[in-house]
């Protein structure tokens, strides 16, 4: 594995931490006037912007219109300076539209889309900086801005990597973590009911690991969905004492 | 053009059938189609046949730089194509949504799987490495594309040659096949995806949807293993919620799928090498069954009776009597085959795809290479050979323990009556 340890003798991982541990998460929520929604998220040096605007009419196509459900657009992009080495194409190419693909299916399956038939919700996100776990730091961020859009949703909607070496998984893997071709499992979860709204492995894993490594990506899952919830609480403190008065 | 919207009917219909475990082609809830693959003439060219569902890849290789960030390593690019003759839906030209999932489903399965070493790939350097290209073309889209994808893709990367390269000095010569024998690149495991299709927010699944069950589902999850039990890729896809239990509920029937798969895979490989080393006559043009239109056929529409009344059996035996077919010869005595009303039809391939049972489809093929064997006897043994058929039989149904299936097929009366013998020539065992 390119000669790195990624799990030290003492039991702790390239950033020091613990294989349970996860980085450190800071969010903020109405960080555009404009967007009817937006939130900025850290999950250590991953950073990821969201946009949400919706639900509003659908634009362009008519076709695409649902009679009994509102449209989730999304759009995943990288800022070129956001990798080590500068990117030409923010968005377009395969990754990005995966990405972009697993972003709406996981939204589509936590926003009660039923309540506004006939409609768009858009969600751009933007990764400003990458290191590891973009897809986590993209739902968590997206979550917050619909939240903040004032749009329904059945639960948190909560992303978190978790990785498998010498047979102790790892949650919430690093830029390092995940070049170094390991397992790496990408999950999204609603919280309280415990329903997987994506789940995405990528390289080999024996069959009997893989429960070990989903139970321990559903718990940094449920961790960071109480660290979102403080986040709206204490947002919406602050709002409604900006309005008290 | 857009795909014609299922009806609200045939929507119901489909998934009442599958709340009763029933699927419209007669399956079962963990059965496969068959599958059939076959090679072409040149190395790397296979087809796969999944029930319906055609898929036809081809590997090639060219010599080019390699990449900056990894100068000793080969290149595995991978490449899935919907033409328009696949489905009218199909729209060339297009990146649709499809698209870009399979072909990213593939490119996780077989290349983030490291399933072949890239590093043998590589002839100079940091200045001449093989890119071995791999192009998948779908011929008919009949469901799970994916499936198909992915064992084409594999079988026919394991099939593949690359020309032999000799280094003297700087001086790199590409030997064609005559000059040295092409070596096969080195695979290191066989990654095949498994598709489970999920009904009514994830409380039904099925494996192996076809076009139709494609169209009610409510999302899929693919599975990617090999033999081995390791996973290679897991994702899931629409709008659905899973449990933990059902992700690992699905890759413990991947594993029992992909295990089988394997085993024909290899075996259509040594047929076919074994073809080539007997100068036998290989290729599609040998393997694909020859359809021709000499004789007559009415299909037999099969009644399952696994609730009916023991008293009925009195009308089976005389059904049965009455069509000596060799499609009762089976053995499978309580169930009535019905034929359909005024569908004659002509010619050997023209087949009803509704309740048309494996052992059945095994029959017609034993019977037509028979029927071939009157006709030519000169013709080769190996003609045949190439195509391998797998079907799920029902010893390979067991292994897979779950509570909530039922066994339609198994629920006919063991006190299997006085009836007609028509047992005496045996069930043929699938090849596996």
Redesign the interface.
Known sequence: MAGLELLSDQGYRLDGRKPSELRKVQARMGVFAQADGSAYIEQGNTKALAVVYGPHEVRGSR?KTLHDRAVINCQYSMATFSTAERKRRPHGD??S??MS??LK?TF??AVLTQLYPRSQIDIYVKILQSDGGNYSACVNAATLAVIDAGIPMRDYVCACSAGFVEDTPLADLCHAEESG?GTS?ALAL?PR????????????????H??PL??AA?TACKGLSDVLDSVVRQHLQEVSVLTRD | MRETPLSNCERQFLLKGIEEKKRLDGRQTYDYRNIKIAFGTDYGCCIVDLGKTRVLAQVSCELVAPKENRPTEGILFLSLELSPMASPSFEPGRQSELLVKLNRLLERCLRNSKCIDTESLCVVSGEKVWQVRVDVHVLNHDGNLMDAASIAAIAGLSHFRRPDVGIQGDQVTVYSPEERDPVPLSIYHMPICVSFSFYLQGTYLLVDPCEREERVMDGLLVIAMNKHREICSIQSSGGIMLLKEQVLRCSKIASVKVSEITDLISKALENDRRARKEGGRCGFAESMPVERITVLKSDGAQIEMSDAEVGSEAVTMATESQSAEPLSEVGRVPSPVVRAPGAVQVGECLQNAWGLGEEEDEDDEEEEERLEMQEDNQRPMKSKSEVVVISDSEEEEVVILHPKKTQVKDSKPETKPEAPSKKKKKKKQPLH
Do not use: N, V, W
């Not at chain 1, 009911?193 to 024996?206: E, P, T, Y």
């Open positions: 076709s395969r990754k539209s995966e693909l697993h299916q589509e399956a071709g499992l609603l009911s415990g329903q997987i709204a994506l789940l995405q492995m990528d390289a080999r894993l024996h069959q009997d893989l429960d989903i139970e559903m």
